[in-house]
């Protein structure tokens, strides 16, 4: 199959869908099927490149806000007309251009909902409410995307559910999850480092309780003397991030690392944390806790969307509510008091991960639906 990506996230990818739709393409490419991606350009001319055998377009992007998701589709579209008539399935990740102009099937995987995310963002700041007034129109985008999809897939149940806003019924929603690389992340003996450490990733960003994270951190060194706290990511709120630990005395006690781009790093941090924590308000499925499950390390998250659908509580990773710093606290302080705890739970991530998670599990649900809508299936 000749199989297009189509996505708004950069590539080679920084975040969570970039590395969903990079790492499925790798997938695909390693199956002997063509694939092609078209992400964002630039104000000059569409670009195109290979890299690791993966065709990547990149149409004229111009960032004139809010006309530039209309003026993308014009080039995106063209580039279809002109040079991906032979391509069999479009497959559509959170895309700019609401409507792709195809006689071709069209796959839809929604990661996050435009709405759902927005009210999940607490009115604090600026950015906040810039993002609450630009839902509107995100939302119209979104819908036309899901008209014109042959069919829509979704990262979690929850997305499925939330997708009902948009008059879809659940029921009809593929949800295929999310994929991780099981080889590069995976358990290895480590030395433990005479001060353990705490674990945490994402972008820092509205919605991913970061805040939280800190406050739990408070708690938890008044607690425990010698534990520290990592945080890898950056993003908008990394100042006044860095101005809470300074606030709160917690400097030297709780790091930002900022962006890490080399995986094989990320994935030593992860190996060598006591917990990976993820403090998120709302998220569809994120790909840092499968990645830190991957890694055989016992996870907290909130009890929140994706991390639902793969946290069963007491059995391969612990649950605490959102929003609620000091039972963040008192479940990490938990684990960090009990290895053998962690442990069993480490281990029984790994086998979840393995079992539905890894690329080989979700890449061959989308090549199941692929050939369903090539009529193969």
Known sequence: MNICLIASTPVPPQEGIGHYVWNLSRFL???????????????????????????????TFAPVYPWHVHLHSLF????????????????????????????RPILLTVHTPMR????SIPLRNVQALLVRLQAPVSYRVEQQL??????????????????????LKPETVAVLGNGVDTTMFSPAEVEQTAAPYVLAAGRLGLRKGFEDLIECARIVTEQISDVRFLIAGSGPLEQSLRTQIEKAGLSGRVELLGHIADRQRMAALYRGAAVFVHPAHYEGLPTV??????????VVATAVSGALDVVEPEENGLLTPPKDPAA?????????????????LG???????????????????????????????
Not at 50 to 56: M, S
Not at 155 to 162: C, P, Q
């Open 29 to 59: 490419l390693r199956q002997g099927h063509t694939v092609q991606i078209i992400t964002r350009g630039s104000w000059g001319r569409t670009q195109r490149e290979e890299r690791e055998g993966i065709i990547i377009w990149r149409p």
């Open 76 to 103: 995106v579209n063209q580039l279809i007309s002109r040079s991906l008539s032979d391509v069999d399935v479009f497959h559509a990740h959170s895309p700019l251009p609401p409507v792709i102009k195809t006689r």
């Open 116 to 119: 759902a995310d927005a009210r």
């Open 146 to 167: 899901l008209k014109g999809a042959t069919r829509v897939a979704a990262v979690a149940r929850s997305v499925a559910s939330e997708l009902a806003e948009y008059g």
């Open 289 to 298: 806790l499968l990645e830190a499950m991957a890694c055989g390390r016992p």
């Open 328 to 344: 963040l606290a008192g479940t990490v302080a938990r684990l960090l008091a009990d290895p053998a705890l962690g442990q069993r």
């Open 347 to 377: 281990r029984a991530a790994r086998q979840t991960i393995e079992a539905r998670y890894s690329w080989e599990k979700v890449g061959g649900r989308y090549l199941q639906i692929y050939r369903q809508l090539l009529g193969a299936g």
